[in-house]
């Protein structure tokens, strides 16, 4: 998950906010946002810092990678990993955390909002390239980086040009099937389709419905609504997005939901129209205003619920359980399934940022990282 500042949009047609509409309803008839008190939920904090406003948790090679965007303005490194003493060591070195303006972006970080590790073991790192809030990417700066995380070996950098991370882009969240991954903007709302082996990168669903953040749908935490500005509420567009675990349908939404999916076959035609894209979008879930999401290899959807710091699972069967509610869990961010079964949460406190409260923090330090076990389930990832 991410933030990012929104210029005005065209309202989605009428036929789309029909089917949305008919959507929720059968999602309400199906979907019990209540307890379930079969599963109880141990959540523990695995780590603590002031240093860095971390919105982003993978664990591979026996480490825990920890990640946060430049604009929130904490001193801790772009990219870390967690030390046996639960310090944050800058991660895969100094150098690449060292970015500042004037230097070249091309190897360092200059705002980093993601990290998922692939089918293949590796680490990826989704580089921005926007170290303010709300503004351009610098040239050269967004980018894909591809490492080894037992050694820290960059094995290979996607460049994300201008052409694909245009001014008003935030490069937001990745995902992966097969030869292709799949990208969202949450600042110009598109997706992004890359071929990890030719590096060649197409944007799709520009502008459309189901890419666009709607004003009627606000983030609401501590019963405010999250404001970009004075009485302009913020909009998140096209930002959480999974793939389903056999490969043939990728689930996304803005922020504020709801969530659609589509034919990743036909994603990854590039001679497939942009109509017929549109077209092919259907309505998945109704779900609420969210920090991120995690996929398990049966189709169970984890997400957390901004409204209510709260941990839901969808089952594949559409029905949602609370799994748990705690005000610890302030803007719980993009959360990330263990190989033994726990979910981690970065807890990113994002709308308490000064950013957002005239220039006054409300930050409650320090910030945590924690997880929860999860019910019965298999632990492998999707993709």
Known sequence: MSLS?????QPPSRGYLQKIAIAAVMSFMSACAQPDPSHAQTIRVEATTTSMDWNAVALGSGHVFVAGPRWTGFRGPAVGVLT??????????????????????THRFVSVNALHMAPDGTLWIVDTGTPSFGGAPISGGAKLVRIDPATGQILRIYPLGSEIAQAGSYIDDIRFNDRHAYLTDAGKGALIVLDVETGSARRVMVDDASTVARAERPIVMDGHNVENRPHE?????????????????????????PWSRIPTALLDDPSVSSDKLSAAVQPWAD??????????????????????????????SGKITRLVSDPRLHWADAPYIAHDGRLWLPVAQLDRLARFHLGHSRIHPPFLLMSINLPAMQVRTAQ
């Open 287 to 316: 779900l609420p205003p969210m920090g991120g999401s995690a996929m398990d290899a049966t189709g169970n959807l984890y997400f957390t619920d901004l409204k209510d710091s709260g941990i839901y699972w969808r089952h594949v």
């Open 5 to 9: 500042g929104n210029e005005q949009r």
């Open 233 to 257: 509420p913020l909009l998140v567009n096209v930002d959480p997005l999974e793939v389903s675990p056999d490969g043939k349908w990728l689930y996304f939404g803005p922020l504020e939901g």
């Open 84 to 105: 046996k003493r639960k310090g944050i060591k800058p991660f895969p070195n100094a150098d690449w955390n060292d970015w500042k303006p004037g230097i070249d972006p």
